[in-house]
């Protein structure tokens, strides 16, 4: 196991990429400027390692050094007692393990979309919790690549990485500009762009039978999907409700719409 230093100063220069963890807007200026990412939890740590991501440094409760003690190369470790993560991080480290991250090359949507059966893309989701709930329910039933608008939050942003439990490590994503013309390039690629609404006039989605290439896109809480972004989609879509519920969370509706998508493939 590689050598473990002990901190006691929350203030201590080492600590530098955990500092205030909790303020959103300090970690999105300094986190992909910088090119790093919090990676927050055991499981969340191997999941990072595993897909590929290389450790700048891992901080950790020092009564819980002996879980990573199998970890690989020569990564700095740094422990603490939970009050000094606390005072330096903005919060109680409850997991007691963080790790911070190198970003890989951000892809292109050619790229990621290539060799794709189903896409989900992404309009003005601007919610973390949402952003990582949708890339585990991805991950879990059959999405191969999320595509984002310009104006969506951050998937490795640490509350999306969290939510989605190291999931969105599991499927490839990129950022799709000039949006929503450059939704283009799925038609181009041979994918049916399906756009889920509402709308009481929009297609049951398990009526539809475009099926061999599908991008399902997706709107943000409360606004759903932009006039623009519906008028560049081929077939508008819906989930039949009961009991005049007019529409679920997006990640919730995500989950389903992407089952539904999937549900003819062969059994896993």
């Not at 595509?147 to 999306?160: F, I, M, N, V």
Request: one cysteine or more; a negative charge; proline letters at 8%.
């Amino acid at each position: 196991m590689p050598e473990v230093h002990l901190i006691t100063d929350p203030g201590d220069d080492r600590l530098g990429d955990y500092r205030a963890l909790t303020d959103l807007e300090l970690r999105t200026k300094w986190e992909p400027p910088n090119g790093l990412f919090i990676a927050e939890g055991e499981l969340v740590l191997r999941r990072a390692l595993r897909a590929g991501y290389r450790p700048r440094s891992y901080l950790i409760d020092e009564k819980r050094t002996d879980q990573i003690a199998d970890l690989p190369g020569d990564t700095p470790i740094y422990a603490a007692t939970p009050a000094v993560l606390e005072a330096a991080t903005g919060f109680h480290v409850h997991r007691g393990v963080l790790a911070s991250f190198h970003r890989a090359p951000l892809r292109t949507a050619a790229e990621v979309i290539d060799g794709a059966r189903r896409v989900a893309v992404l309009e003005d989701v601007n919610n973390h919790t949402n952003i990582g709930a949708v890339f585990r329910g991805a991950a879990a039933l059959g999405i191969d690549a999320v595509l984002l608008s310009p104006t969506c939050a951050d998937p490795l942003y640490r509350r999306s990485v969290r939510v989605s439990m190291g999931e969105v490590f599991a499927v490839p994503y990129a950022r799709l500009e000039p949006w929503p013309d450059s939704l283009q390039l799925l038609r181009d690629a041979g994918f049916t762009v399906l756009a889920l609404t509402p709308d009481p006039a929009a297609v049951p989605l398990q009526k539809v039978t475009e099926r061999a290439k599908t991008a399902l896109l997706l709107g943000a809480e409360g606004p759903g999907l932009s006039k623009n972004a519906l008028a560049a989609s081929d077939i508008p879509v819906k989930i039949p409700m009961r009991r005049s519920v007019d529409s679920l969370n997006v990640a919730a509706a995500a989950a389903v719409a992407f089952w539904e998508l999937g549900r003819d493939d062969p059994e896993i």
